[in-house]
C-alpha cells in the first residue's frame, strides 16, 4: 500500500538522507530536519495509541533518538522504523503507567485470500483519510481495536512496508497485513466514511434540492 498525500508529511528519502547523514555527524541542524520531517507523523501515530498524552511522549521518544541517534546505522526509511520502534515502547511505558490496556490477537487468516477481498476497502479508507481533516480521520483509527490502529497508522501515515511495521510491533509480516486490511475494511465500512466519500464523489455542477430533485446549471 501506497502511503500518499498530506497524511505522510515528510521529505523525500534524498533529502531525509542527507539531514540524517549530518544528525549522525552531530550536526544539530541536521536533526532539526529530521524533527520537521517526521514529527507529524509521530504525532498522528501517538495521538492514536496515547491520545493526549502524544506530545509528552513524542518529546520523550526525540530526546532518546537525539540521545542514541550515534548508535544508528541505515538509511531513511530504516530511520524512520527505528524511530517509530522508539516512539512505540514510549507509548508501552506511558500506558503502563496509566493503564493496561491487552491488545487483540491478530486472527489467523490466509493473507493473500484477504488482501483479494480488501482491495476495494483499502482504496476507499485510504481515500477518506486523505481528503478528511485530520482530527476527523484520527479520531476513526482511533474506534478501531488497538492492533488495527496501530498497524494502519504506521502502514498509511508513516509510510513503513509490511516489515518495517512487523519490526516496530514485534509481530510476523503477516500478522500486520491482516491488522492492517481489517482495520481498512472496518474504516471503509463506517457510515461516517461512507457518506463522506458519496459527498465527496458528487459532482460539483449538481445542486440537490429539498424534495431530492436535483438540478444542474440553473440559477
Known amino acids: ?38 514529527q507529524p507523523a509521530v504525532l498522528r ?10 506530545e509528552d511522549v513524542a518529546s520523550e521518544t526525540w530526546l532518546q533518538a537525539a540521545r542514541d541517534l550515534h548508535r544508528f546505522d541505515g538509511g531513511p526509511q530504516a530511520f524512520r522504523g527505528w524511530l517509530f520502534r522508539i516512539a512505540r515502547h514510549r507509548a508501552i511505558d506511558d500506558r503502563r503507567r496509566v493503564t493496561r490496556r491487552p491488545e487483540e490477537p491478530a486472527d489467523a487468516l490466509d493473507d493473500q485470500a484477504f488482501e483479494a477481498r480488501g482491495l476495494a476497502a483499502r482504496d476507499t479508507a485510504s481515500e477518506v483519510l486523505e481528503r478528511s481533516g485530520t482530527a476527523w480521520a484520527l479520531g476513526l483509527v482511533a474506534s478501531l481495536p488497538p492492533d488495527q490502529a496501530e498497524a494502519v497508522m504506521l502502514r498509511v501515515v508513516a509510510g513503513l512496508d509490511v516489515a518495517g511495521a512487523a519490526q516496530v510491533l514485534g509481530k510476523r509480516p503477516g500478522a500486520v497485513r491482516v491488522a492492517t486490511m481489517r482495520g481498512l475494511r472496518k474504516l471503509a465500512a463506517m457510515p461516517q466514511v461512507q457518506d463522506r466519500n458519496r459527498v465527496a464523489d458528487r ?7 429539498p ?3 436535483p438540478r444542474t446549471g440553473e440559477v
Do not use: K, Q, T
Request: no cysteine; aromatic share 8%; proline share 3%.
Open 203 to 209: 459532482p460539483p455542477d449538481v445542486v440537490h434540492r
Open 211 to 213: 424534495h431530492g430533485h
Open 1 to 38: 500500500m501506497r502511503a500518499r498525500g498530506r497524511w505522510v508529511n515528510v521529505a523525500g528519502d534524498d533529502e531525509l538522507a542527507e539531514a540524517l547523514a549530518e544528525a549522525i555527524a552531530g550536526d544539530a541542524a541536521g536533526f532539526a530536519a529530521l524533527w520537521r520531517a517526521l
Open 45 to 54: 501515530y501517538l495521538w492514536v495509541v496515547v491520545g493526549d498524552a502524544a
